[in-house]
T-cell receptor
């Protein structure tokens, strides 16, 4: 149990376009999901907390207009990178939080390359 | 704010030997959770072990065990009988009681030499 999926696993997009990444909790409900960004050989950097039915909470320094987060249901959160630039190229990881235990379960990540 | 520090960017160990990864943290809270996560080359984050701060007994999961020193704010991970599959980045993480956010350390890259 406690499986989290992300789609797509890899995406290449052109500069100026938008790309959407989906995060799904497959076998449990998650009121809260998290989005992280990870640069090569570095730790996970929390970008935002996604709350079902309400606006996401962004960490300091993260552009909320560039990284749009929607938590439409108890099993799905999406991250849309708008007007992507090459510097947005990175590995994006989501996690879903079990409501009862607060344990976080991680998705397999999405590698975004902006050309 | 809580911070987590992993002072060893890289470690290496011979296969079948034992290795200890260090982690220290800073907090003024008395109730919290500590975790070790493994991130292999696939980049999938895998929970290795967790420790509740109120428990004095050190957590153990098969070949993985921790040395939790609450007063010293230290939380090291010991891997016994190292296997090639243990090669990965290891992250120490902290979570406050009643909170959902994790605070991660910088990570330690573990190499297993055959």
């Amino acid at each position: 149990g406690a499986v989290v999926s992300q789609h797509p696993s890899r995406v290449i997009c052109k500069s100026g376009t938008s790309v959407k990444i989906e995060c799904r909790s497959l076998d449990f409900q998650a009121t809260t999901m998290f989005w992280y960004r990870q640069f090569p050989k570095q730790s996970l950097m929390l970008m935002a907390t996604s709350n079902e039915g309400s606006k996401a909470t962004y960490e300091q320094g993260v552009e909320k207009d560039k990284f749009l987060i929607n938590h439409a249901s108890l099993t799905l959160s999406t991250l849309t990178v708008t007007s992507a630039h090459p510097e947005d190229s990175s590995f994006y990881i989501c996690s879903a939080c079990r409501d009862v235990s607060y344990e976080q379960y991680f998705g397999p990540g999405t590698r975004l390359t902006v050309t | 704010a809580q911070t987590v520090t992993q002072s060893q960017p890289e470690m290496s160990v011979q296969e079948a030997e034992t290795v200890t990864l260090s982690c220290t943290y800073d907090t003024s809270e008395s109730d919290y959770y500590l975790f070790w996560y493994k991130q292999p080359p696939s980049r999938q984050m895998i929970l290795v072990i967790r420790q509740e701060a109120y428990k004095q007994q050190n957590a153990t999961e098969n070949r993985f065990s921790v040395n939790f020193q609450k007063a010293a704010k230290s939380f090291s991970l010991k891997i016994s009988d190292s296997q090639l599959g243990d090669a990965a980045m290891y992250f120490c993480a902290y979570r406050s009681q009643g909170a959902q956010k994790l605070v991660f350390g910088q990570g330690t890259r573990l190499t297993i030499n055959p």
